[in-house]
């Protein structure tokens, strides 16, 4: 097990919000962001901590360039710490990215979701694709050499000739990693209350395998149901949730796996403003259990090892009998453990409930 952690900083400003995205953020204001970051360096002295991946999420992380480089200065981690930040193609000027390099910023994921313009307008996105292609260059000519994009699948009229031609514009620019997710409509949100034409289930399907087909001909090669990258240039802090370890968030709504325990932050910036530290509700006082570490596990390229299955005290014996109820096409089996075909990854919830006995 990694004897280091990573640090999730969630920063809760946007210039505006997506119609689908759920994720907790506030109006940008200049004024809001510096008392924002006097609360995060409160709390970085209350925890401590030695960080071995550092994220800032969001909302829009990028717009605090000047406090994120400041809060940079103050986080204990190690000298191979990769630390990435999120960003909008319409907010990532040279100034900011200079400011992020500078500052020890060495991983961008940018925003991008589509690079079809009549996609990105269903998205509501305020960048064009003219716009994310800069975006890209402009941060690989600042010195960032390690860059990630999201792409999302299953809009809205979305077919296989728009997904290939977003895959074949991406593939030409200087990237690493490229996220490739199906859009979900969470509750709550502007999506939600619209009455939208979106792909079916099997439309779906196909979109997302064609996509995962497209992508590893191109390099980018998946390890994880929803991620592709170049080779060795996977999310280091992603995997520190797909492999059950402890990482700690920060910010309103942040999440944590830290000292034994599982614990979120209140989904409200004034109150991580105005407090001394972070008010938490605490999720899960054991978590790290077997059921835990395999459901995370099988969503890796890599899967269960059946030496982590010992580890538990898990008798294998039983896990291969119930693998032999799973279609051959959803599941690998080895000498050395189990993991999840591309298909197996779209109906991973019922599979890995049978491999677990549910």
Request: with cysteine; aromatic share 10%.
């Amino acid at each position: 097990m990694n004897n280091k952690i990573g640090l999730y900083i969630h920063v809760p400003f946007c210039l505006s919000k997506c119609p689908y995205c759920d994720f907790y953020s506030e109006k940008y204001s200049r004024t809001l962001a510096e008392q924002y970051k006097q609360a995060v360096l409160r709390n970085l002295e209350y925890y401590g901590g030695d960080f071995d991946t550092v994220y800032f999420g969001g909302g829009t992380p990028i717009l605090l360039a000047d406090e994120i480089s400041e809060i940079l200065g103050k986080i204990q981690r190690t000298d191979d710490a990769e630390v990435t930040v999120e960003a909008n193609p319409c907010v990532c000027d040279k100034q900011r990215l200079a400011r992020l390099f500078e500052s020890g910023v060495n991983r961008l994921s940018i925003g991008v979701q589509s690079m079809q313009e009549r996609e990105l307008a269903f998205l509501g996105r305020r960048h064009s694709v003219q716009q994310a292609e800069k975006a890209i260059v402009c941060a690989y000519n600042t010195g960032f050499r390690n860059i990630s994009v999201d792409l999302m699948l299953g809009l809205e009229d979305q077919t296989k000739e728009s997904v290939l031609r977003s895959i074949q514009t991406l593939a030409e620019l200087p990237l690493t990693h490229i996220s490739a997710y199906l859009l979900k409509i969470e509750e709550g949100t502007p999506f939600a209350r619209r009455s939208l034409m979106l792909p079916d289930e099997e439309q779906s399907a196909e979109l997302y395998l064609f996509a995962a087909e497209q992508l590893e001909k191109r390099g980018f090669m998946q390890y994880e149901i929803s991620n592709f990258a170049r080779s060795g240039l996977e999310s280091r802090h992603n995997l520190h949730y797909w492999h059950c370890e402890e990482y700690l968030g920060i910010g309103p709504s942040a999440h944590s796996y830290y000292g034994g325990k599982r614990f979120c932050a209140e989904r409200d910036l004034n109150v991580f403003l105005s407090a001394e530290h972070q008010r938490i509700i605490v999720t899960d006082d054991k978590p790290g259990d077997f059921e835990e570490f395999s459901m995370l596990a099988l969503r890796l390229n890599e899967g269960l090892r059946f030496d982590d299955c010992y580890r538990f005290g898990i008798d294998i014996n039983v896990i291969t009998q119930r693998c032999k109820k799973i279609p051959e096409k959803y599941i690998n089996i080895t000498n050395n453990g189990i993991s999840l075909t591309r298909k197996g990854f779209l109906v991973s919830n019922t599979v890995i409930g049978i491999i677990l006995g549910y």
